[in-house]
């Protein structure tokens, strides 16, 4: 009978002893020889509330909705700057643009015409992982300079399929903007479609754009799965004008913006699924976000930042918050996180899971947010900038945001210096309806204070976006 109940405990002790091992060791990959692949999902000018787990009530996200639910949904993530070319110089080298001279007050983005481009001493995400024997891809767009020397096959990927810049660049004489956007061709932009550093169409078919970078992403992982990989995948929408395939018309009730998110929708559960069939899902980790909030001057056919206020180009929190999702089955904890956190925090975050050391040569902007993914720790970040050009407009500190500057987002170049600057407790009030200033003058102050120690780090470096 003693047997009996000492072989009883001994089971028990193993089952218990397995339970905590097991709820320790979350956040470990599979294979412990093995380092993380990575893939980062980027939309672009997708809105706060543009999908189903955000609140879209209508936009039909079943896959991006299971990333969330089997994943981590993060409702405070922010994005570099409000606009495309800066916001996705943050992503890549873990860095304020303001110190790699990629924001500008003149041109806010880069275009055809320009001759700039992230310049070739920034390290990126690809740049730091090439290093540690990944290989490395970028497709979709890219928007940091399409000059040979800026092209992402300089900037640390081994491979690049997509267009170099934004998908409404190089319009053609014909309809004036407003009708060539709304009502879009393909001809109307003349904007090319890129092989490494080679023009392949031009036009490019952007009707079937989204399918293209699908097959893409799926071929390199395929091809990568012995070895550990990187993959950018940048789509091109929803940014206007809006092209979607023919699978997907008129299949959303938010009309030609929904079937865009839906087909958008379909290439993450694409790209999901071959990471199951292939194995891979057990050491990868996937983040979809986007590079800024909605267009909103285009209404109907821009996106929504559901309760938060503003939207693209702007500094208000529609304009910068993003909907962000983390996913690795076996590595990330899953959970809704309110912690803050940034695009710039993902170089720090996978090189720490590559075991790159990064050269301390530099200011980095970003934090290692591997602890709150894993559930073991919290964000070190407590300080967001929202940057204008190469103006902070607002400073956000814990709960609390200061507008020390605001402006229209499109159509006015009139700025208005708040004094004293307009707070919200965005814990309460995330829409920034309610100034609390005059109650809180002892924020604003260790605000401001924040603010001063930042610019002091700031160094002027040479403008790439007025070349």
Not at 252 to 270: H, T
Not at 287 to 315: C, H, M, Y
Request: glycine share 8%; hydrophobic share 35%.
């Amino acid at each position: 009978m003693k047997r009996i109940k000492t072989n009883q405990i001994i089971v028990v002790a193993i089952f218990i002893f397995g339970t905590i091992w097991n709820q320790n060791s979350f956040g470990a990959p599979k294979n412990n020889s093995q380092t993380p692949n990575f893939i980062i999902i980027f939309a672009d000018d997708m809105g706060y509330g543009d999908m189903g787990t955000f609140g879209h009530p209508t936009i039909k996200t079943p896959h991006l909705d299971r990333l969330a639910f089997e994943g981590q949904k993060w409702t405070n993530f922010y994005v570099a700057a409000p606009v495309c070319t800066p916001s996705r110089a943050g992503l890549m080298t873990g860095r304020l643009p303001i110190r790699s001279g990629m924001c500008s007050e003149k041109r806010r983005v880069l275009f055809p015409d320009s001759n700039g481009g992230l310049p070739e001493n920034e390290i990126t995400i690809a740049t730091a992982l090439k290093g540690a024997g990944y290989s490395t891809a970028c497709i979709g767009k890219w928007h940091l300079g399409h000059h040979s020397q800026f092209l992402p096959g300089n900037h640390g990927f081994d491979y690049y399929f997509g267009i170099p810049y934004s998908n409404d660049m190089d319009r053609i004489d014909g309809p004036d903007a407003q009708v060539a956007l709304t009502h879009p061709k393909i001809d109307y932009f003349n904007v090319p479609l890129m092989r490494n550093n080679e023009i392949v169409e031009r036009p490019a078919d952007q009707t079937t754009i989204t399918k293209r970078y699908t097959r893409e992403a799926i071929n390199f992982i395929q091809q990568n799965k012995e070895k550990p990989f990187f993959l950018y995948l940048a789509h091109s929408m929803p940014h206007m004008p809006l092209f979607r395939s023919k699978e997907f018309e008129n299949t959303s009730l938010r009309g030609i913006y929904g079937d865009v998110i839906q087909e958008l929708d379909w290439s993450v559960g694409k790209i999901v699924n071959t990471l199951k069939e292939t194995g891979l899902d057990k050491n990868t980790i996937v983040v979809f976000t986007s590079d800024n909030g909605p267009w909103l001057i285009f209404r109907e056919q821009g996106g929504s930042a559901g309760l938060l206020s503003g939207g693209k180009g702007g500094t208000y929190e529609g304009g910068m918050r993003e909907p962000t999702i983390f996913w690795s089955p076996e590595i990330i904890q899953p959970g809704v996180i309110a912690e803050l956190g940034t695009t710039m925090d993902l170089l720090p975050t996978f090189a720490k899971l590559a075991n790159v050391t990064l050269p301390n040569d530099r200011v980095y902007d970003g934090y290692d947010i591997f602890p709150v993914l894993s559930g073991t720790g919290h964000s070190k970040r407590e300080v967001v900038f929202y940057y204008r050009g190469t103006e902070i407009f607002a400073v956000r500190k814990g709960a609390y945001k200061a507008h020390f500057i605001t402006q229209p987002e499109y159509g006015s170049n009139i700025k208005t210096i708040q004094d004293p600057p307009l707070l919200f407790n965005l814990n309460v009030d995330p829409s920034e309806k309610y100034n609390i200033a005059e109650e809180h003058p002892e924020v604003i102050e260790k605000i401001k204070q924040v603010l001063a120690e930042h610019l002091q780090t700031v160094i002027s470096v040479e403008n790439q976006l007025e070349k």
